[in-house]
């Protein structure tokens, strides 16, 4: 039985966004911003989402210029780190979840693995781009790093899912980020994962080599 369906990648991706662009609000955000939710909402196929994306005041401009700078990026997991696009970036983000001092640490502690890997986060931590999809631990574990004065990224893409901590969490970066005087995107809510929060990253990466939709 023959299928009839489009096999051109382009045109795809194309018509893709001009159906996000239909079905979504997206009245009164910047040109970067749009693109941010225009990718949230074609990862997970749902324009409703849109709502519940959060921009600090110069999140889309803090973030295109760390990737100007080539700055390191930090992700949760691994996940994250595969689904970040490799021909837009210089050098490999960095994920320690699976590193042997963070499966040591995590038993020392008795922790998870997610926050324990932060540890090893901290010489890298200024002006990077951090993005985490996965773990509302290592988003809480990050908050209370920069409460007790650590070197503070350029960008927190924080996207964690779940029904344990993940709308607690992005809640309270949301809460705290002016304080903490740091710039984020984040999705409030029990959405998100891997696929939504590389798919930000990859928006501004996007953005900064000018392909827009």
């Not at 038993?107 to 090893?120: F, G, V, Y």
């Not at 893409?157 to 740091?182: C, D, N, R, T, Y």
């Not at 930000?200 to 080599?209: E, I, T």
Request: charged share 20%.
């Amino acid at each position: 039985m023959p299928y009839h369906y489009q096999k051109n990648p382009s045109h795809i991706e194309v018509e893709s966004f001009r159906q996000i662009r239909e079905l979504t609000e997206l009245d009164g955000l910047s040109h970067e911003q749009q693109q941010v939710v225009m990718r949230i909402v074609h990862s997970v196929g749902m324009p409703e989402v849109a709502d519940k994306v959060r921009f600090s005041a110069n999140a889309c401009d803090s973030g295109i210029r760390a990737i100007a700078a080539d700055a390191t990026i930090l992700c949760d997991v691994e996940m994250v780190k595969q689904g970040i696009t490799k021909r837009m970036i210089s050098q490999s983000p960095l994920c320690y979840l699976n590193d042997e001092r963070t499966i040591s640490l995590a038993k020392q502690k008795a922790e998870t693995r997610s926050m324990a890997a932060l540890e090893l986060w901290r010489g890298q931590l200024a002006d990077s781009l951090v993005v985490i999809g996965n773990a509302p631990t290592a988003l809480y574990r990050l908050l209370e790093m920069l409460a007790a004065d650590c070197a503070k990224p350029a960008l927190i893409i924080a996207m964690p899912v779940g029904f344990v901590g993940a709308e607690e969490s992005k809640a309270a970066l949301w809460e705290a980020h002016q304080q903490l005087g740091i710039e984020c995107i984040t999705l409030l809510g029990k959405q998100g994962g891997s696929a939504v929060s590389s798919a930000v990253c990859n928006a501004l990466l996007r953005c900064y080599y000018g392909e827009y939709y």
